[in-house]
């Protein structure tokens, strides 16, 4: 029973580089979520989709990209890393986003240098 | 704007004794759900307690309680007969609807690091 999987845990990446953190989901939920955790600022939602084929922006989506292909998989990609974006990244997912629990995976470390 | 208030950064409790987690937020919503969300050192998200808006009854969770005042906009959290596993970061939050697509999306406070003495 892996619930919602992240990976990778830690990276490290240089000042415009590009990445995919990735997120996968056994739950069949159909409510997907991005969030950076920073210190003294609780989690921020990047990006969310409810469903396969949907996506929309969150509070902070400036310098991130989403796509939604399968509702298993819901990738975020940094298409040029900047130092203001090192932080905790986390992925949650939920049946619905309304009522129900969210599932937290467990984090990825990034950090830009 | 939504905002969850989070006022005690660090807080310390002795073993076995009972601690209150402090949270107030503002919302012009009439029907909302409240969190307690714990983070230990592992960083896993686990949720605490929820409560709904229209439920008057505050809702406990075994040693977690919580004291829902919706007038005044509190949501404080009760941990009794504290643990060594209790120690973590705690997050209160509040979700409220995104109108412009009809879904929802959680509000965050910034958290209270607790830590549990032995």
């Known amino acids: 029973n892996a619930g919602v999987t992240q990976t990778p845990k830690f990276q490290v990446l240089k000042t415009g580089q590009s990445m995919t953190l990735q997120c996968a989901q056994d739950m069949n939920h159909e409510y997907m979520s991005w969030y950076r955790q920073d210190p003294g600022m609780g989690l921020r939602l990047i990006h969310y989709s409810v469903g396969a084929g949907i996506t929309d922006q969150g509070e902070v989506p400036n310098g991130y990209n989403v796509s939604r292909s399968t509702t298993e998989d819901f990738p975020l990609r940094l298409l040029s890393a900047a130092p203001s974006q090192t932080s905790v990244y986390f992925c949650a997912s939920s049946p619905d986003p309304w009522n129900t629990e969210a599932f937290f995976g467990q984090g990825t470390r990034l950090t830009v240098v | ?118």
């Open chain 2, 1 to 118: 704007a939504q905002t969850v208030t989070q006022s005690q950064p660090e807080m310390s409790v002795q073993e076995a004794e009972t601690v209150t987690l402090s949270c107030t937020y503002d919302t012009s919503e009439n029907n909302y759900y409240l969190f307690w969300y714990k983070q230990p050192p592992s960083r896993q998200m686990i949720l605490v307690i929820r409560q709904e808006a229209y439920k008057q009854q505050n809702a406990t969770e075994n040693r977690f309680s919580v004291n829902f005042q919706k007038a005044a906009k509190s949501f404080s959290l009760k941990i009794s007969d504290s643990q060594l596993g209790d120690t973590a970061m705690y997050f209160c939050a509040f979700m409220k609807p995104i109108t412009t697509s009809g879904t929802y999306k959680y509000i965050f406070g910034t958290g209270t690091r607790l830590k549990v003495l032995a």
